[in-house]
T-cell receptor
Framework: GQNIDQPTEMTATEGAIVQINCTYQTSGFNGLFWYQQHAGEAPTFLSYNVLDGLEEKGRFSSFLSRSKGYSYLLLKELQMKDSASYLC??????????FGTGTRLLVSP | DAGITQSPRHKVTETGTPVTLRCHQT?????MYWYRQDPGHGLRLIHYSYGVKDTDKGEVSDGYSVSRSKTEDFLLTLESATSSQTSVYFC??????????????FGPGTRLTVL
């Protein structure tokens, strides 16, 4: 079976740091993706982890621990435009992605 | 935007009618996917294709069929639409060797309502 868990909703303040967690149990693992999705729009690619450790890309960082089946997305210096849903997805093989249900992040002034 | 378009962007139809959604890409990508997105379920894979006439089922394929007769077009058909197929449908592509990560790029989506 495939199971990917993320918190349903989080709130944070502009300028703060927020960490969105993702735990997974899947039949295969060929990497983990994070996507951002604004309401009414398509998901857009944020980050990719296939090896353990932290990948940093500007204000966004993503961490992976394969032994723990755990990842997080770290957003720094939050801006109002970061209000969106954040989707965790595991590549289970042959580019087949299994998605979590997403975390809705609300950034307030 | 990886040159992906979807048509129609919005459709309202009645239960029992056939519906075909089209995904069109302009950059000759080999891998294409159809997902549906529903509240509480996230994105779920319906069907995917690794090339012309090479398709396979995803997680939620019941009630759907696909065809890919040309590299650029991937069609999703609901033979007899049901209200449970009301959803937002996204097409996606993987650039393959032209990408560092093999991430998927998504089309703008089609909002389908079945009454």
């Amino acid at each position: 079976g495939q199971n990917i868990d993320q918190p349903t909703e989080m709130t944070a303040t502009e300028g703060a740091i927020v960490q969105i967690n993702c735990t997974y149990q899947t039949s295969g693992f060929n990497g983990l993706f994070w996507y951002q999705q604004h309401a009414g729009e398509a998901p857009t690619f944020l980050s990719y982890n296939v090896l353990d450790g932290l990948e940093e890309k500007g204000r966004f960082s993503s961490f992976l621990s394969r032994s723990k089946g755990y990842s997080y997305l770290l957003l720094k210096e939050l801006q109002m435009k970061d209000s969106a849903s954040y989707l965790c997805a595991v590549n289970t093989g042959f580019q087949k992605l299994v998605f979590g249900t997403g975390t809705r992040l609300l950034v307030s002034p | 935007d990886a040159g992906i378009t979807q048509s129609p962007r919005h459709k309202v139809t009645e239960t029992g009618t056939p519906v075909t959604l089209r995904c069109h890409q302009t950059e000759n990508h080999r891998y294409m996917y159809w997902y549906r997105q529903d509240p509480g379920h996230g994105l779920r894979l319906i069907h995917y294709s690794y090339g012309v006439k090479d398709t396979d089922k995803g997680e939620v394929s019941d009630g759907y069929s696909v065809s890919r007769s040309k590299t650029e077009d991937f069609l999703l058909t609901l033979e007899s639409a049901t209200s449970s197929q009301t959803s937002v449908y996204f097409c996606a592509i993987t650039p393959g060797r032209t990408s560092s990560y093999n991430e998927q790029f998504f089309g703008p989506g089609t909002r389908l309502t079945v009454l």
